[in-house]
């Protein structure tokens, strides 16, 4: 069965710079889902979109952009990088907006 | 999470069952996750309980919700090497919208 994709993997990114993360969901699934787990933590909410709007807000900095495209399809751009947000970014999806949830493989940011 | 709570550790000998406890706060989530991380790797969906049940058994996996004491356990039967790994409860939190407000994580390991 299709899973949520998410590329890149891994990305390197040096302080100041800027990294946009992509995620591809399950076919049908219409809702996206921006989760950010650093080191040894729990992975936490950022931002979500059911039917290419934005549906919910958490803990996302001001740095930080998401889009829903029309393939249903996001991108969280993240500007101006800071150490601390070196994490797992894990994007999860779903056929609705209370649907169980189905996560990425997740992108591996490090920023030096 | 702030709001999920779960022991840190649990180590136990191959073949035994494992017992993994959360405590939640949100009396509205309708449903309830368990989710398993082995290191460097995605979340993976072990199984779910809706909240207007007290137990859901799923081939090893036994899942119990005390829906007064806010309190979901996961038991894992006949423990494996495989089995060790990072496990997560999440509740469906719907302030604002659907999204996942995950626990602490509790690391399992497995001795042979």
């Known amino acids: 069965a299709a899973g949520v994709i998410q590329s890149p993997r891994h990305l390197i990114k040096e302080k100041r710079e800027t990294a946009t993360l992509k995620c591809y969901p399950i076919p049908r699934h219409d809702t996206v889902y921006w989760y950010q787990q650093g080191p040894g933590q729990d992975p936490q909410f950022l931002i979500s979109?059911?039917?290419?709007?934005?549906?919910d807000k958490g803990s996302i900095p001001d740095r930080f952009s998401a889009q829903q495209f029309s393939d249903y399809h996001s991108e969280l751009n993240m500007s101006s990088l800071e150490l601390g947000d070196s994490a797992l970014y894990f994007c999860?999806?779903?056929?609705?907006?209370?649907?169980?949830?189905?996560f990425g493989p997740g992108t591996r940011l490090t920023v030096l | 999470g702030e709001d999920v709570e779960q022991s840190l550790f649990l180590s136990v000998r191959e073949g035994d069952s494992s017992v993994i406890n959360c405590t939640y706060t949100d009396s509205s989530s309708t449903y309830l996750y368990w989710y398993k991380q082995e290191p460097g790797a995605g979340l993976q969906l072990l199984t779910y309980i809706f909240s207007n049940m007290d137990m859901k058994q799923d081939q090893r996996l036994t899942v119990l919700l005390n829906k007064k004491d806010k309190h979901l356990s996961l038991r894992i039967a006949d423990t494996q090497t495989g089995d060790s790994a990072i496990y997560f409860c999440a509740e469906g939190s719907t302030s604002g919208t659907y999204k996942y407000i995950f626990g602490t994580g509790t690391r399992l390991k497995v001795l042979a």
């Open positions: 999860a999806s779903s056929s609705g907006p209370t649907d169980t949830q189905y």
């Open positions: 979109f059911y039917e290419k709007m934005q549906s």
